[in-house]
């Protein structure tokens, strides 16, 4: 294992002001091998994941960043005297994952599955910039067009839209829900 | 400033639970009528491919009737779910040549409704875990000191962010219900050399601060046109530290001093 690379990696994801990614990574490095690079990256973050340190390595919307262990949650709300940070709505949650599935996506499209108007929650998505608008639809009436943002990704952290709760997966839990109720 | 400390602030404000929950207030843990639907279909372990539609149907509307505070807006939603299971019962009684395929039930219109629904609950589970853990994974996201920022990592924002902030102070100004008595009359051109100046001396001004001290609407308008001309233009850039708090705009260092003068805005 190449631990001068593990250590300058270390210093550029430390140094970074926002998730630092392979491009920028290849960018400062030059020229390293890509596997070299990818089995530094992964050695470094099982450093933190393993060792009893409070600090891990995580990836979220394409880049790494440093960021705490869940389980020391209340120590840092404790320093910086935040009861709890508070969650999306269940509406607003409901409007997202619906964007994030299937965007494009106009309005008009969001409710009919939903069921029910959606424009608060829109509204609360677009202050909180976890969707934005990206267009309209050549239809009738040119309705805006709704897409999640990078933020969205950092937000849950998923490291790209990929990472998303697979339909195999939601498949496998609808099938358990279906078992336990007969 | 921590960027998160900020999102928690501004998440505790907007949360509250307001105009769109109108029904589900009432309802408390009914989203909608699929939400209710599905409910009611788990309760009676019926496979969702083979609704009873009669028994659902009796159970919905006993269940709206429950609930008989009105909320006009939630209530169309309801009630259009219920007019769709008449609709579709009544499609069932209808006699029919031969046995119908599975293509042609009429159940199928809200069976895919409620499947697809079913999938957005699902998801929506398995990002509230991802969510949960995510709120406890605090970053350091920092921000630059503003002082050395010629290399602009700053949040630009974007011309709806600028108007927003302009409108604001639009609203803010129409209260002052001023009498103007002798109009002034401002010049475009005038303004932005006004602008530029005022940039070149003092380096940066604050959005906010500068129109709310614009004398007239007029004045404060032409200047929103004048800054966003310079924006357009790439003389200067609007950057905005954090979310939600006020805009800063810099003379974009590699502009050509005085260059802009020679255009004309009319």
């Known amino acids: ?182 | 400033m921590n960027q998160e400390i900020q999102d928690y602030q501004v998440q505790s404000e907007i949360t509250p639970a307001s105009a769109e929950e109108g029904y589900q207030v009432k309802l408390e843990i009914f989203e909608g009528p699929l939400d209710l639907l599905l409910f009611l279909i788990r309760k009676k372990k019926i496979d969702i491919h083979d609704i009873p539609i009669a028994i659902i149907t009796r159970d919905y509307l006993e269940y709206l009737e429950k609930k008989n505070q009105i909320n006009l807006d939630r209530e169309a939603e309801f009630l259009f779910i219920a007019a769709l299971l008449i609709y579709i019962k009544s499609q069932m009684l209808l006699p029919r040549e031969q046995e119908a395929s599975q293509e042609d039930d009429p159940r199928k219109i809200l069976v895919d409704r409620l499947e697809e629904y079913q999938k957005i609950k699902v998801a929506c589970t398995l990002l509230r875990e991802k969510e949960e853990i995510q709120l406890q994974c605090w970053s350091r996201t920092f921000q630059p000191p503003i002082a050395n920022s010629n290399d602009l990592d700053l949040l630009e924002v974007d011309l709806f962010d600028l108007a927003e902030n302009f409108f604001l102070i639009m609203k803010r100004k129409e209260k002052e219900n001023f009498k103007v008595i002798k109009g002034k009359d401002v010049s475009v051109e005038e303004k932005l050399k006004e602008i530029v100046d005022y940039l070149e001396k003092n380096g940066s001004m604050d959005f906010l601060e500068y129109f709310s001290s614009r004398e007239t609407l007029e004045e404060a308008l032409v200047s929103f046109f004048c800054l966003l001309e310079l924006i357009k233009n790439r003389m200067v850039i609007a950057v905005q530290e954090q979310l939600f708090q006020t805009i800063r705009v810099w003379l974009r260092k590699d502009h050509q001093p005085h260059q802009h003068h020679g255009q004309s805005h009319e």
Not at chain 1, 165 to 181: G, V
Request: no cysteine; charged share 25%.
């Open chain 1, 1 to 182: 294992m190449n631990e001068q690379l593990k250590a300058i990696l270390e210093v550029l994801i430390f140094i970074s002001q926002e998730p630092l990614t392979l491009n920028k990574i290849k960018e400062v490095l030059g020229e390293v091998p890509e596997e070299e690079l990818d089995s530094a990256l992964q050695a470094l973050q099982q450093d933190y994941a393993d060792s009893r340190r409070g600090i891990q390595i995580i990836q979220s919307a394409g880049g790494y960043l440093f960021a705490t262990k869940p389980e020391h949650d209340q120590w840092v709300r404790r320093f910086l005297q935040i009861e709890k940070k508070s969650k999306l709505s269940s509406a607003a949650l409901e409007t997202l994952s619906i964007i994030a599935y299937h965007q494009p996506i106009t309005q008009a499209e969001i409710s009919a599955i939903r069921g029910v108007d959606s424009t608060y929650s829109l509204k609360t998505l677009l202050q909180k910039k976890l969707i934005k608008i990206v267009g309209r639809k050549k239809a009738p009436g040119n309705p805006l067009i709704y897409r999640t943002t990078e933020r969205f990704l950092q937000y849950f952290g998923l490291n790209s839209l990929d990472d998303l709760p697979k339909e195999e997966e939601i498949a496998k839990i609808l099938e358990e829900e279906k078992q336990i109720l007969s």
